[in-house]
């Protein structure tokens, strides 16, 4: 138990970290009865609203945008899109500066004397002293304290023409060429969406993957489609000199300047200065603490951890949930409750999107290929292409995972998640209406492609579809 005689602050849940996970944290331990605190070192909104999800999708959908002017001469309508790049980044600002203001309203309404803003550091399992000099002393802990950008040596040096997505979406104007370093879904959503704007954009990426995405034949389109926009150099080192007030990449194979650099080369979690070393915990060789991810307990201490920091499934649902897992079991400790964790679940927002749905599939898997360039509604919107591949068990065809590229894929996949999460087969996902002519349609082939290799009967309203259907 933490001394309480000395501590400016006593509580029973103390949350560091007012982001997605720490939001959820400190509500659900204050909904089961806890006092709580919930201490920021800035309160200036979370990573989601300021810097992550919501900017990045922004100056995607404005790629989408240029890109849709370019389709339409197919529909016989001619057009060509003159994109004004300051325009561009003022309105991605300030729409993202109205999701930020919402995040903070969220600050606003916490009841009185909760929000502390000050950066916290362990003393002890459960006692904090903040950078004021407050002492706080709790029950038990949440560490919600997220990620940062990983920037590799060579990087450092470059000054200010290097962005990562904490500064890129602060640019004034879109810069004529940019080289983007890393190729996870965090550089390809950038790569792509300055690509669409008209910028030069060439990618690096030291391995031969793109995107996270284990499935072959999904990976390849992905490839493919990327390669119609920008340029791909996968396996190489990227080395950078300033150059000109720009920089020059040199690889293996070439040398090219460019405006600007984005480097997005992964995130790690935000421990350092936490002072992790006071609380006995045992910590993996990334220095993160090693905790439960049914309970989210760091061992068998007063304390949980959530989102980023945690350095696994680092989305937004999973943040909250894990915020809200670990904010339960903050509030009822030592009563800690094991919970179910959700499928796996991926979406990066490509044009077209892909994502990936549970594991990958193994030696036992029963795939099921349903191609989109056939599509009859993707058809119709000039965007046949992609591909679904849909994994399931034996012997009844029961569905364990997909990894999807392809017009509405990040619609289709909450369709196949919850089909997944509710244990559904491919006979029984077939039995279901599927309106004509849709995007959800395409799925059929891949899904009868299951039944057939499990042997396992088709529905009977699941014949005579026309094809591409
Ligand atoms: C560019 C980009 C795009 C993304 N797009 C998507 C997407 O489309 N969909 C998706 O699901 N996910 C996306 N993500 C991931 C998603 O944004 C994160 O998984 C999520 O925001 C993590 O939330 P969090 O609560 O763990 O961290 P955060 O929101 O970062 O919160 C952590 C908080 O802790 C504070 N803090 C840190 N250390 C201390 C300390 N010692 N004392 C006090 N306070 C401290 C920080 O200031 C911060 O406010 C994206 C991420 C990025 C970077
Ligand atoms: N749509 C989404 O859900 C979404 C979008 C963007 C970001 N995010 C989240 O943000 C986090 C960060 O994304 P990310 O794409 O930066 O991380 P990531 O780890 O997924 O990808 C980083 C990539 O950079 C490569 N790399 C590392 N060092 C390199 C180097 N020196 N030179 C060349 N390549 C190098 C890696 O091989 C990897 O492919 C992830 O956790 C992701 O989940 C999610």
């Given at each position: 138990?933490?001394?309480?005689?000395?501590?400016?602050?006593?509580c029973?849940?103390?949350?560091?970290?007012?982001?997605?996970?720490?939001?959820a944290?400190?509500?659900?331990?204050?909904?089961?009865?806890?006092?709580?605190?919930?201490?920021?070192d800035?309160?200036?909104?979370?990573?989601?609203a300021?810097?992550?999800?919501m900017?990045?999708?922004?100056?995607?959908?404005?790629?989408?945008?240029?890109?849709?002017?370019?389709?339409?001469?197919?529909?016989?309508?001619?057009?060509?899109?003159?994109i004004?790049?300051?325009?561009v980044?003022?309105?991605v600002?300030?729409?993202?500066?109205?999701?930020?203001?919402?995040t903070?309203?969220?600050?606003?309404?916490l009841?009185?004397g909760?929000?502390?803003?000050?950066?916290?550091?362990?003393?002890?399992?459960?006692?904090?002293?903040?950078?004021?000099?407050?002492?706080?002393?709790?029950?038990t802990?949440v560490?919600?304290?997220g990620?940062?950008?990983?920037?590799?040596?060579?990087?450092?040096?470059?000054?200010?023409?290097?962005?990562?997505n904490?500064?890129?979406?602060?640019?004034?104007?879109?810069?004529?060429s940019?080289?983007?370093?890393?190729?996870?879904a965090?550089?390809?959503?950038?790569?792509?969406?300055?690509?669409?704007?008209?910028?030069?954009?060439?990618?690096?990426?030291?391995g031969?993957h793109v995107?996270g995405?284990?499935?072959?034949?999904?990976?390849?389109?992905?490839?493919?489609?990327l390669?119609?926009?920008?340029?791909?150099?996968?396996?190489?080192?990227?080395s950078?000199?300033?150059?000109?007030?720009?920089v020059v990449?040199?690889?293996?194979?070439?040398?090219?300047r460019?405006d600007?650099?984005?480097?997005?080369?992964?995130?790690?979690?935000?421990?350092d200065?936490?002072?992790?070393d006071q609380?006995?915990?045992?910590?993996?060789?990334?220095?993160?603490?090693?905790?439960?991810?049914?309970?989210?307990?760091?061992?068998d201490?007063?304390i949980?951890?959530?989102?980023?920091?945690?350095?696994d499934?680092?989305?937004?649902?999973?943040?909250?949930n894990?915020g809200?897992?670990?904010?339960?079991?903050?509030?009822c400790?030592?009563?800690?409750?094991?919970?179910e964790r959700?499928?796996?679940?991926?979406?990066?927002?490509?044009?077209?999107p892909?994502?990936?749905?549970?594991?990958?599939?193994?030696?036992?898997?029963?795939?099921g290929?349903a191609?989109?360039?056939?599509q009859?509604?993707?058809?119709?919107?000039?965007?046949?292409?992609?591909?679904?591949?849909?994994?399931?068990?034996?012997?009844?065809?029961?569905?364990?995972?997909?990894a999807?590229?392809?017009?509405?894929?990040d619609?289709?996949?909450?369709?196949l998640?919850?089909?997944?999460?509710?244990?559904?087969?491919?006979?029984?996902?077939l039995?279901?209406?599927?309106?004509h002519?849709?995007?959800?349609?395409?799925?059929?082939?891949?899904?009868?492609?299951?039944?057939?290799?499990v042997?396992?009967?088709?529905?009977?309203?699941?014949?005579?579809?026309?094809?591409?259907a």
């Amino acid at each position: 138990m933490a001394d309480t005689t000395t501590a400016d602050l006593t509580c029973d849940v103390v949350v560091i970290g007012a982001g997605t996970a720490g939001l959820a944290a400190e509500r659900v331990a204050r909904s089961e009865g806890a006092r709580t605190l919930l201490i920021d070192d800035r309160f200036a909104g979370t990573t989601c609203a300021t810097v992550g999800c919501m900017p990045s999708k922004l100056l995607i959908t404005a790629g989408m945008a240029a890109q849709s002017i370019r389709r339409a001469e197919v529909f016989g309508i001619d057009a060509t899109p003159r994109i004004d790049g300051k325009r561009v980044m003022q309105r991605v600002r300030c729409e993202r500066d109205r999701f930020v203001a919402a995040t903070r309203q969220g600050f606003d309404d916490l009841p009185e004397g909760v929000a502390i803003k000050a950066c916290a550091r362990f003393t002890g399992p459960s006692t904090l002293v903040l950078d004021d000099g407050r002492i706080v002393s709790a029950r038990t802990v949440v560490i919600a304290t997220g990620s940062k950008p990983i920037i590799p040596e060579p990087f450092r040096k470059l000054g200010d023409v290097i962005d990562t997505n904490d500064t890129i979406f602060e640019l004034d104007e879109l810069p004529r060429s940019l080289a983007v370093i890393g190729a996870g879904a965090l550089g390809l959503e950038l790569a792509q969406a300055f690509a669409s704007l008209g910028v030069e954009v060439v990618v690096f990426e030291h391995g031969d993957h793109v995107g996270g995405v284990h499935d072959p034949v999904v990976e390849a389109e992905l490839k493919r489609i990327l390669r119609r926009c920008m340029t791909l150099h996968l396996g190489v080192d990227a080395s950078p000199s300033a150059e000109d007030g720009g920089v020059v990449i040199n690889w293996d194979g070439g040398s090219q300047r460019f405006d600007r650099v984005l480097v997005s080369t992964g995130r790690e979690p935000k421990l350092d200065g936490l002072g992790l070393d006071q609380t006995g915990l045992a910590l993996n060789d990334r220095g993160v603490p090693i905790y439960d991810k049914s309970t989210m307990q760091c061992g068998d201490a007063p304390i949980f951890i959530a989102g980023d920091a945690d350095a696994d499934r680092s989305v937004l649902h999973e943040a909250a949930n894990e915020g809200t897992i670990a904010g339960r079991n903050a509030a009822c400790f030592p009563n800690v409750e094991a919970v179910e964790r959700d499928l796996p679940f991926t979406i990066t927002f490509t044009d077209p999107p892909v994502a990936i749905l549970g594991e990958p599939a193994g030696e036992d898997s029963v795939i099921g290929c349903a191609p989109y360039d056939d599509q009859g509604r993707a058809k119709v919107m000039a965007q046949a292409e992609g591909m679904v591949r849909i994994y399931a068990s034996r012997p009844d065809g029961r569905l364990t995972g997909a990894a999807m590229i392809g017009p509405g894929m990040d619609h289709i996949a909450h369709l196949l998640a919850l089909a997944i999460m509710r244990g559904e087969t491919a006979t029984g996902l077939l039995a279901l209406p599927f309106y004509h002519p849709t995007l959800e349609e395409g799925l059929k082939p891949g899904l009868r492609e299951i039944c057939h290799e499990v042997h396992a009967p088709l529905s009977q309203r699941d014949q005579g579809i026309p094809p591409g259907a």
